[in-house]
Structure formats: structure tokens, C-alpha cells
């Protein structure tokens, strides 16, 4: 058999995650451990530190160069964290399967809490969502941009370059730093749509990849995952808009919440749908959401 290639990015966190699609992989189907080959790619988003992500091109600084190897057949499939795949995706690429989620929540790093940071503190972040989120809670708080893989931004931390920041708890997890920073509870800040998810991406028409890749698909990750997505495309939604969102199954019945966010967090809109999992939640949930928000926040979407 052909040794099966899967494309990463070559942050540690982006390692370690394509390492946990391998061993799955390996385990799902019996194989060898030199059955699947991991290839680490460089991407602009890797290279880029200096500027926030919607400055330079948005998500796709993440995924064109893993996109780019994928069509000219250089690798097998690729490995993303899905917070950070652009929502419209070519049409030669599909989602294949996603890994049972993690923790999806933020970890504030240099407090307990957002109440106990200082009057007027410092918090890195690039996030827009976080940057709203916060400013909501706390507008006193000055925001600075941080960007880098995560020990680049706790270095910066611990060189005293802002009081506090915000990281993925599935992230912090995952590289076994789980006694880093404190969890936020997501009804005082929603994720990020897809945080805490991991998906593999093949060509759409490489039937043998899809098989492979679809035998370790965790249902409910993906029915969750792709109706935040859902949303996000109703939304038109880009990297300048601050939106968070979680779903969740409890049977047959899925649940999705949602909130739209001026940059200052001083005005929102939230709501929340159930339904079938095949009911087009995103795109209901989507319109109710455009239709309620005040004009200051409509206007940070496409609609």
C-alpha cells in the first residue's frame, strides 16, 4: 500500500494534531506506523507575526499553501484546526471527517478571572471576538495585538508585553499544558465557531482518501461543527467580524447558540435554535440574528 500523506502546518499544535489523526488512522485500520507519513507545510499565516490575520487575507493565510499541495496531489489530506478554515471552501475540496471536539472553551492567562484584572490591563489578542467579548465585560481594558503559535504568545506574556491573554483550552490541552490559565464558562464568552475541532480535508473526487479518512469521523463533532459553519456562511461573516457560537446534540436534537458583537462589544445580539440536525439551523438561526441585530453590528456582516 502507498504510504498515506497528511498535510499540517508546523506549529507543535499543528503537529501535535496531525499525530492524533495519524494514530487514529493507524488504529481505525489496522495499519503500520510507517502507513502514514506526516508533511509539514510553511504557510503565510506561519510567517506573518507582526499584522492580525484580516489585515493580510483572513483564514485563508492558514489553508492556501495546504490547499495548493492537496489539488497538485503532494499530499493526501490535510489537517487543520477548523476555527481556522475559511467558511466557502473550494469546490474541488471537501471535509472529510473531524476528530471528537475538545474543550471549547478560552483560557484567560494572567488572571483568574476577568473581573480581577486591573483597572485600564493590557490583554493580547488578535482575536476580533475576543476583542469584543472582553471590551464587553470590561471596557476599560486596552487590547494589543498577539499573534504566534501558543508558546510564542505565553513567552510574550512572561515578557511583560500585556497583563493577560486569551487561549483555546483545546489547544493548551493538547500540547499537555492543561495547568495553563483558567477556563472561561461560555455563557461569559461563546468560542469561536469550530474551536476545539479538528478536520481533515481531501479532494472531493479521491474516493479511496474519503474512505480512509471517513472511517474516523466522530458524528457529532462533525454535526456540530458544520452547523457553526452553516451559520458563519449565512452571516457572510469574515475575519473582521466578532461572532461566537457553540452547538451541541442531546439525542437527536441539536442545539446552537449564537452572538453577533460590535468591535467595542457595547451592542450585541444572541439567540439560540433547536431542531433536527438536517434542519438548516445555521442558516435559520443566521437570519433570525440579522434581522434582530441593531444596525451597528448588521453592518460588520455580509447581509
Known amino acids: 500500500m502507498a504510504v498515506f500523506r497528511l498535510g499540517t502546518r508546523g506549529s507543535p499544535l499543528a503537529l501535535t494534531q496531525a499525530r492524533m489523526v495519524r494514530d487514529a488512522l493507524l488504529a481505525a485500520h489496522g495499519w503500520g506506523e510507517d502507513a502514514v507519513a506526516i508533511v509539514p507545510i510553511r504557510t503565510t499565516g506561519d510567517r506573518v507575526q507582526d499584522r492580525a490575520l484580516a489585515e493580510i487575507g483572513g483564514k485563508a493565510l492558514w489553508t492556501k499553501e495546504l490547499d495548493r499541495a492537496l489539488l497538485a496531489n503532494e499530499i493526501d489530506a490535510a489537517v487543520h484546526s477548523m476555527k481556522d478554515v475559511e467558511t466557502i471552501r473550494p469546490a474541488a475540496i471537501t471535509i472529510a471527517a473531524m476528530l471528537p471536539r475538545a474543550d471549547v472553551r478560552d483560557r484567560l492567562i494572567g488572571a483568574p478571572d476577568i473581573a480581577s484584572l486591573r ?10 471576538r475576543r476583542r469584543a467579548q472582553l471590551l464587553r465585560h470590561r471596557p476599560d481594558l486596552r487590547i494589543v495585538l498577539f499573534r504566534g503559535n501558543v508558546e510564542t504568545r505565553l513567552a510574550k506574556l512572561a515578557a511583560g508585553e500585556a497583563d493577560a491573554t486569551l487561549l483555546a483550552a483545546a489547544g493548551l490541552d493538547r500540547l499537555g499544558r492543561d495547568d495553563v490559565g483558567t477556563a472561561i464558562p461560555t455563557d461569559t464568552m461563546l468560542p469561536a465557531p469550530a474551536q476545539g475541532a479538528v478536520g481533515i ?8 482518501a474519503r474512505r480512509i479518512v ?14 457553526e459553519r452553516a451559520l458563519l456562511a449565512g452571516l457572510a461573516a469574515d475575519c473582521h467580524s466578532p461572532v461566537g457560537a457553540m452547538a451541541s446534540l442531546a439525542g437527536e436534537t441539536l442545539r446552537l447558540t449564537a452572538e453577533l458583537l460590535t468591535e467595542d462589544g457595547a451592542d ?35 447581509a
Do not use: N
Open 268 to 302: 450585541s445580539v444572541v439567540g439560540t435554535v433547536e431542531g433536527a440536525i438536517d434542519d438548516a439551523l445555521g442558516a435559520t438561526l443566521a437570519a433570525d440574528l440579522l434581522e434582530r441585530a441593531p444596525p451597528s453590528v448588521r453592518r460588520l456582516f455580509g
Open 119 to 128: 483597572s485600564g490591563a493590557v490583554v493580547g489578542t488578535s482575536s476580533p
Open 201 to 208: 480535508e481531501t479532494r472531493a473526487d479521491d474516493h479511496d
Open 214 to 227: 471517513a472511517a474516523i469521523d466522530h458524528d457529532d463533532t462533525s454535526a456540530c461543527v458544520l452547523a
